[in-house]
């Protein structure tokens, strides 16, 4: 299957800074990357839909201004944590999925490893 | 709207003992359905699929699952559990393979030697 990056994997950071966490495809191009939190012991609830240079369509309850979203390129998506603060802390995973038609991982939803992030 | 349900939060079996985690969905339409599983601090690990065809899908690791339309339900199942199966495993539905999923709450196997 196709492989989902996730860049760092863990970060600590204080409270009121902000913390970008980038997600790469690196065997296909990903038209589509989704990101999703997972706290402690609970399941995964979907944040954002980011389609490739168009704006992220956010999830109810999902702060648009908090959880900044950019998807540049056809490779990398980034979510940017901004003015993080303790409840932020939990575990962000991304997945990624190509829809140019003929592709090779063509409309399969591709997992990242997640990144941990921890606001002290 | 689509909905997923893992009745079992945790469940411990012995290894070599046979294991089946209960999945039930809720969908409008025709379902793809998947279980994935999660190692602890780690991301989803994609076990199997069902989008059409045998109702009986094979998948990684030796887990097999049934897609049951009658019953809403896509059960995972493994004869014989290894040490390493312990993990947290979801089940998640789709209307599309690529498309926004729905996951369960997961169900926690642990496995006594």
């Known amino acids: 299957g196709a492989v989902v990056s996730q860049h760092p994997s863990w970060v600590i950071c204080k409270s009121g800074t902000s913390v970008k966490i980038e997600c790469r495809s690196l065997?296909?191009?990903?038209?589509?990357m989704f990101w999703y939190r997972q706290f402690p012991k609970q399941s995964l609830m979907l944040m954002a839909t980011?389609?490739?240079?168009?704006?992220?369509?956010?999830e109810q309850g999902v702060e648009k201004d908090k959880f900044l979203i950019n998807h540049a390129s056809l490779t990398l998506s980034t979510l940017t944590v901004t003015s993080a603060h303790p409840e932020d802390s939990s575990f962000y995973i991304c997945?990624?999925?190509?829809?140019?038609?003929?592709?090779?991982?063509?409309?399969?939803?591709?997992f990242g490893p997640g990144t941990r992030l921890t606001v002290l | 709207a689509q909905s997923v349900t893992q009745p079992d939060i945790h469940i411990t079996v012995s290894e070599g003992a046979s294991l089946e985690l209960r999945c039930n969905y809720s969908?409008?339409?025709?379902?793809?359905l998947f279980w994935y599983v999660q190692s602890p601090g780690q991301g989803l690990q994609l076990l199997l699929k069902y989008f059409s065809g045998d109702t009986l899908v094979q998948g990684i690791k030796g887990f097999e699952a049934e897609f049951k339309r009658s019953q809403s339900s896509f059960n995972l199942r493994k004869p014989s559990v290894h040490w390493s199966d312990a993990a947290e495993y979801f089940c998640?539905?789709?209307?599309?393979?690529?498309?926004?999923?729905?996951f369960g709450g997961g169900t926690r196997l642990m496995v006594k030697p």
């Open positions: 980011s389609n490739e240079g168009s704006k992220a369509t956010y």
């Open positions: 065997d296909f191009q990903a038209t589509t």
């Open positions: 969908y409008g339409a025709t379902p793809y």
């Open positions: 998640a539905v789709g209307n599309n393979a690529g498309n926004m999923l729905t």
């Open positions: 997945s990624a999925r190509d829809l140019i038609a003929g592709a090779p991982f063509y409309n399969e939803q591709f």
